[in-house]
């Protein structure tokens, strides 16, 4: 989440080739407007292939990316899959990918993006399947935004699935969460000390010093490879754009799936090491490759060679050009992501909390971007209103005394699950609110995004397996499975 440039071209390099087709619903544009006829194809995929006779049927929820069928056969939702006999299927959130209801995503059009007609657009695909093959027990799968998806649509459509399961989900609309960046300064000193925070701290704070002249900018454009030189206005989008390097590295903290992706230790190892230069090199040169396949030596995905396949041959900070083509109306996850973000969620992830080593980016640089991409509507005013309203219409936390046959697991190092629901503050394993017994938390301090989603990995911690089991104990429950 929130880290779209990058992830894009994760998922590209980590997704195996699907061997499912890609099929096709005829779905509402707007399900609230009973005087608006007009339709659209949503994409989605399926797999039989684990299907019993009498089985329950899975609904996997995608999010802010194009649809991903390769989870129709692999981790935690094809195992499961497996062993209770359940058909699958993996539907495209409308506006991403090739899901596109409307010719562009002009802010005229973007008014039919919202997680309200996300959730509507499931109930019409269920009801649609249900009454074609006769199969009722739905039960809905999601992680990350999608996760919040599961709950919400146990919240808003209970009679249509028996369950629901949810991964690292933020519950919690919020405009400014400096809350994640403080999550990465406790993670990263809980994994690899204090030298590392301090490394990272002074690398931070040598480049706001560097900033101040021209003989430091041009050192900065050396030392990191930008694009362009930087101007005045260009400084907040450069400081955002290299501390999402560390956050893609924190929030996907070892996961094996993941082998392009940073390590904390390995970030550490890199930033606490003199004989690479000092800190502001160390901190420009992070790699941005993982462990090979055995575990063992650093593969060879080197920071250089995935700018070179992802075609970008140096970093891009420029402030115009960020804006430029996030105003372009062509479908794009970054720019759709975005406006779900200004005009629903916040989420923003600025430098101004005080327990973080990250500065030059507050609030009002997401604010400013918000107006400059969407027009004048979106003022400050206009995005804390729909923020707020985002959490009065799903509750917040509160959730988790309002829906029924649901889990959500979030792990401590991930730095999403302060916006999500941990149960009390000592973690019990499958805590329940009081008076909702079937509604379950699950924790692990040592686990990161979306953690449970994958298989079981020769590294995942006990409680991370453990919390694997005890979703297949709920699901059993629900689906009544004998």
């Known amino acids: 989440m929130f880290v779209l440039a990058i992830s894009a071209f994760i998922l590209v390099i980590c997704s195996p080739v699907s061997p499912f087709k890609e099929h096709w619903f005829t779905q509402q544009l707007d399900h609230f407007d009973d005087n608006n006829d007009r339709t659209w194809m949503q994409r989605y995929y399926y797999n039989f292939e684990s299907y019993r006779t009498g089985g329950p049927v899975f609904l996997y929820i995608e999010g802010e990316t194009a649809a991903r069928p390769s989870f129709l056969f692999r981790g935690q939702f094809a195992e499961m899959a497996l062993e209770v006999g359940a058909a699958m299927y993996l539907v495209e959130h409308r506006f991403y990918g090739e899901s596109k209801p409307t010719a562009d995503t002009s802010v005229k059009n973007l008014r039919y993006l919202t997680s309200e007609q996300a959730l509507a657009d499931l109930a019409a695909f269920i009801r649609n399947k249900t009454a074609a093959y006769g199969r009722d027990t739905w039960v809905t799968f999601g992680g990350s935004y999608p996760g919040a998806l599961s709950l919400w649509m146990r919240l808003k459509y209970p009679s249509l699935t028996r369950g629901a399961m949810s991964a690292s989900a933020p519950l919690v609309a919020k405009v400014d969460y400096s809350g994640y960046n403080d999550i990465i300064e406790r993670a990263i000193l809980t994994v690899s000390g204090e030298n590392c925070t301090k490394a990272l701290a002074s690398a931070v704070a040598e480049v706001q010093e560097l900033l101040k002249t021209d003989t430091g900018r041009t050192e900065l454009y050396t030392k990191f490879n930008l694009c362009e030189y930087l101007g005045e206005r260009d400084y907040k989008t450069f400081q955002f754009a290299i501390h999402n390097r560390i956050a893609w590295i924190v929030q996907y903290n070892e996961i094996p799936t993941s082998e392009v992706n940073l390590t904390i230790p390995q970030l550490c190892q890199h930033m606490t090491n003199e004989s690479l230069g000092d800190e502001v090199t160390r901190y420009a040169t992070i790699p ?100 707020a309203k985002t959490n009065e219409i799903y509750g917040g936390r509160k959730i988790a005394e309002n829906i029924t046959n649901a889990y959500i697991f979030n792990g401590g190092i991930d730095p999403w699950h302060p916006l999500s629901y941990i149960g009390q503050s000592d973690h019990i394993q499958g805590y329940s609110p009081p008076g909702n017994p079937t509604f379950h938390a699950l924790y692990d301090p040592e686990s990161s995004h979306c953690a449970i989603t994958n298989t079981d990995f020769p590294t995942d911690s006990n409680k991370l397996r453990e919390s694997r089991k005890l979703a297949m104990k709920y699901l059993k429950s629900w689906i009544q499975y004998k």
């Open 288 to 387: 941005m490759h993982g462990l090979s396949a055995d575990n063992q030596k650093p593969n060879t995905l080197d920071r250089e060679t995935l700018l070179s396949l992802s075609g970008l041959q140096c970093l891009h900070a420029d402030y115009k050009m960020t804006i430029a083509s996030l105003r372009v109306p062509k479908f794009n996850a970054q720019r759709t992501y975005f406006y779900q973000l200004c005009n629903e969620f916040g989420w923003f992830q600025t430098s101004d909390g005080v327990r973080q080593p990250f500065r030059g980016f507050s609030f009002d640089y997401f604010f400013d971007r918000c107006y400059m991409v969407f027009g004048r509507k979106f003022t400050p005013a206009r995005i804390v209103r729909g923020i």
